[in-house]
């Protein structure tokens, strides 16, 4: 169900998309200043054994604005049909930090028994986020095994205290803010400002959500007023009906009729035009697919750029996908190309110049989608 149909139906709680927390890497960072963002991607990249292009990254910050805890996992660990099915406009988060609003009074360790995993947080008196984080499957780990590895990698006492806790985790937006908890004590709250670095997802689908987002706002306001002058203009027919002469009044209502179809009418093109626009949007995830498909074994992708722009020469704005990529064979770089160009979603590819560095061959493909049929493909991969 999108956001705009949400403004027409009863008030509900707007759940959050949680992930199992074994498919991250954790760490809880000091921070200093207003660019927080900035210093969490810095301190990843010192980390992780990947670029951070292809990780899925968010972080949560303290009250205090002076620690974080940030989680990234490789776009890897996400099918193409886990990632089609997380909602536009619901958050998508790791589970564990529904966990976080259960904290101890002192030292201790608080370890979550779900059907599939266990995860072990470990706290250290005073603090608001957790020192370490553990996640395991059943198979893997036992409640006492795993927080001794949370107690070990916090530097915690061996014998530090430990609460087992059990239930289902969930989330979802109460008053703007998301709310994160299971059946137990204490819940974890992300406010509204910080809902967008919390999320996993790209930063341009995240601006591009929030635009959409304003965009039925302004909706919904040009609605209650448009509903606001219907009445008075419904009122006033009604005054007339009374006071007037018949003949007068029965056309009164005519004409106001007239009008109120008009104003329908236009309703309903703006409606339109509206979703119409919402349809126009950027599909990196299904263009990404489509091509992986002709990706030949000995070809990697180093870097993937989607957009919507006008090629040269035109003034038509289409989804387009640059692809970097190497291999150890360069004859594939011909099938490649000859594959992506027989495709009936693609318009056009303009290849670059490939590039020999030892031993494999890098090159550049820009491509150039046709929008109706992106889109059929889009619809036709969620089904």
Same mark, same amino acid.
């Given at each position: 169900?999108?956001?705009?149909?949400?403004?027409?139906?009863?008030?509900?709680?707007?759940?959050?998309?949680? *992930?199992?927390?074994? =498919?991250?890497?954790?760490?809880?960072?000091? !921070?200093?200043?207003?660019?927080?963002?900035?210093?969490?991607? @810095?301190?990843?990249?010192?980390?992780?054994?990947?670029?951070?292009?292809? #990780?899925?990254?968010?972080?949560?910050?303290?009250?205090?604005?002076?620690?974080?805890?940030?989680?990234?996992?490789?776009?890897?660990?996400?099918?193409?049909?886990?990632?089609?099915?997380?909602?536009?406009?619901?958050?998508?988060?790791?589970?564990? *930090?529904?966990?976080?609003?259960?904290?101890?009074?002192?030292?201790?360790?608080?370890?979550?028994?779900s059907d599939d995993r266990l995860t072990a947080l470990a706290w250290k008196a005073g603090d608001e986020l957790p020192a370490a984080i553990v996640v395991a499957e059943l198979a893997d780990a036992d409640e006492a095994a795993i927080a001794r590895?949370?107690?070990?990698?916090?530097? @915690?006492?061996?014998?530090?205290? !430990?609460?087992?806790?059990?239930?289902?985790?969930?989330?979802?937006?109460?008053?703007?803010?998301?709310?994160?908890?299971?059946?137990?004590?204490?819940?974890?709250?992300?406010?509204?400002?910080?809902?967008?670095?919390?999320?996993?997802?790209?930063?341009?689908?995240?601006?591009? =959500?929030?635009?959409?987002?304003?965009?039925? @706002?302004? *909706?919904?306001?040009?609605?209650?007023?448009?509903a606001a002058v219907l009445v008075v203009s419904l009122l006033l027919d009604i005054a007339g009906i009374i006071v007037g002469m018949r003949s007068q009044s029965l056309e009164k209502v005519n004409e106001s009729r007239r009008e109120l179809v008009?104003?329908?009418?236009?309703?309903?093109?703006?409606?339109?035009?509206? @979703?119409? *626009?919402?349809?126009?949007?950027?599909?990196? #995830?299904?263009?990404?697919?489509?091509?992986?498909?002709?990706?030949?074994?000995?070809?990697?992708?180093?870097?993937?750029?989607?957009?919507?722009?006008?090629?040269?020469?035109?003034?038509?704005?289409?989804? #387009?996908?640059?692809?970097?990529?190497?291999?150890?064979?360069?004859?594939?770089?011909?099938?490649?190309?000859?594959?992506?160009?027989?495709?009936?979603?693609?318009?056009?590819?303009?290849?670059?110049?490939?590039?020999?560095?030892?031993?494999?061959?890098?090159?550049?493909?820009?491509?150039?989608?046709?929008?109706?049929?992106?889109?059929?493909?889009?619809?036709?991969?969620?089904?």
């Amino acid at each position: 169900m999108t956001s705009l149909s949400r403004l027409f139906k009863d008030a509900k709680p707007q759940e959050a998309a949680m *992930l199992p927390g074994n =498919r991250f890497f954790v760490r809880r960072l000091s !921070v200093e200043g207003e660019d927080v963002p900035g210093q969490v991607n @810095l301190a990843l990249e010192a980390i992780s054994p990947f670029p951070l292009e292809q #990780m899925l990254v968010g972080f949560v910050t303290s009250a205090d604005g002076k620690q974080v805890l940030a989680y990234a996992a490789h776009r890897r660990r996400f099918t193409a049909e886990e990632s089609f099915a997380w909602p536009e406009d619901c958050p998508v988060v790791p589970e564990f *930090l529904a966990l976080c609003g259960h904290r101890p009074a002192a030292d201790g360790i608080v370890v979550h028994r779900s059907d599939d995993r266990l995860t072990a947080l470990a706290w250290k008196a005073g603090d608001e986020l957790p020192a370490a984080i553990v996640v395991a499957e059943l198979a893997d780990a036992d409640e006492a095994a795993i927080a001794r590895e949370a107690a070990t990698r916090a530097d @915690l006492a061996a014998d530090t205290p !430990v609460e087992n806790l059990t239930g289902a985790l969930s989330g979802a937006i109460v008053e703007g803010n998301l709310v994160l908890k299971g059946e137990f004590e204490g819940s974890f709250t992300i406010p509204k400002k910080g809902q967008d670095d919390s999320d996993i997802r790209d930063s341009d689908f995240l601006a591009e =959500r929030r635009k959409k987002e304003r965009l039925n @706002l302004l *909706l919904w306001n040009a609605a209650r007023v448009g509903a606001a002058v219907l009445v008075v203009s419904l009122l006033l027919d009604i005054a007339g009906i009374i006071v007037g002469m018949r003949s007068q009044s029965l056309e009164k209502v005519n004409e106001s009729r007239r009008e109120l179809v008009a104003d329908i009418e236009a309703s309903q093109a703006i409606t339109s035009r509206i @979703l119409e *626009l919402g349809v126009k949007r950027l599909l990196p #995830m299904e263009m990404l697919a489509l091509v992986n498909e002709k990706r030949p074994a000995t070809v990697e992708f180093t870097n993937i750029h989607c957009e919507i722009k006008a090629a040269k020469g035109s003034a038509i704005a289409k989804p #387009m996908m640059t692809v970097d990529a190497k291999t150890p064979n360069a004859g594939d770089i011909s099938d490649f190309l000859k594959a992506i160009q027989a495709m009936p979603e693609v318009e056009a590819v303009t290849p670059g110049e490939p590039r020999v560095r030892e031993t494999s061959t890098t090159f550049r493909l820009e491509i150039t989608f046709k929008q109706p049929a992106l889109l059929k493909a889009a619809e036709t991969i969620k089904q």
